[in-house]
T-cell receptor, first 113, second 112 residues
Framework: AQSVTQLDSQVPVFEEAPVELRCNYSSSVSVYLFWYVQYPNQGLQLLLKYLSGSTLVKGINGFEAEFNKSQTSFHLRKPSVHISDTAEYFCAVSDRDGQNFVFGPGTRLSVLP | EAQVTQNPRYLITVTGKKLTVTCSQNMNHEYMSWYRQDPGLGLRQIYYSMNVEVTDKGDVPEGYKVSRKEKRNFPLILESPSPNQTSLYFC???????????FGSGTRLTVV
């Protein structure tokens, strides 16, 4: 079974600064990896996903993530954040049968003016 | 508009009173799933379905039932709700396992 760790429960950052949200996973099989964003009082929205191929994945709203198989990581980055990026971010992993879709505990990103 | 629709958005009920949270998707997705979200615990899968009449337990199925009689609908049933089922519930659907899920807006359930 998979598991996902998001080491930072909260990340405060000033507007226009870069940010990295960390995600590590454990699995004995090949996986798919996802990042979701949840704005206040809303459902989750898919930011990006890694299925195969290039390890650098670009998503919506200027976010990107890099898959590192040796470190079993899938960190999310943005070079310059905006106030509107304030939200909770969830990393998720799925095995290739799609039967074990597991979310991490989430990281709350607060962008400060 | 492609979407997953959950109803109701908010529900307060009493212990032991059966309730159903409905979920419907208009994208012809095969996969559907229910999650509950609790502070500090992230999202935990309750049940999932890979197609009509095919359902399986997720990580926290106790106290819940589901059915998948039609492709578009995946209701969540709480036969005898208890206060520990107070939570934010999300329904989600996906075309295939590697597409990522589309989520509904959530149902905030309070059991008193």
């Amino acid at each position: 079974a998979q598991s996902v760790t998001q080491l930072d429960s909260q990340v405060p950052v000033f507007e226009e600064a870069p940010v990295e949200l960390r995600c590590n996973y454990s699995s004995s099989v090949s996986v798919y990896l996802f990042w979701y964003v949840q704005y206040p009082n809303q459902g989750l929205q898919l930011l990006l996903k890694y299925l195969s191929g290039s390890t650098l994945v670009k998503g919506i709203n200027g976010f990107e993530a890099e898959f590192n198989k040796s470190q079993t990581s899938f960190h999310l980055r943005k070079p310059s954040v905006h106030i509107s990026d304030t939200a909770e971010y969830f990393c998720a992993v799925s095995d290739r049968d799609g039967q074990n879709f597991v979310f991490g505990p989430g990281t709350r990103l607060s962008v400060l003016p | 508009e492609a979407q997953v629709t959950q109803n109701p958005r908010y529900l307060i009920t009493v212990t032991g009173k059966k309730l159903t949270v409905t979920c419907s998707q208009n994208m012809n997705h095969e996969y559907m799933s229910w999650y509950r979200q609790d502070p500090g615990l992230g999202l935990r899968q309750i049940y999932y379905s890979m197609n009509v009449e095919v359902t399986d337990k997720g990580d926290v199925p106790e106290g819940y039932k589901v059915s998948r009689k039609e492709k578009r609908n995946f209701p969540l049933i709480l036969e005898s709700p208890s206060p520990n089922q107070t939570s934010l519930y999300f329904c989600a659907s996906s075309f295939r396992d590697n597409y990522g899920y589309t989520f509904g807006s959530g149902t905030r359930l309070t059991v008193v």
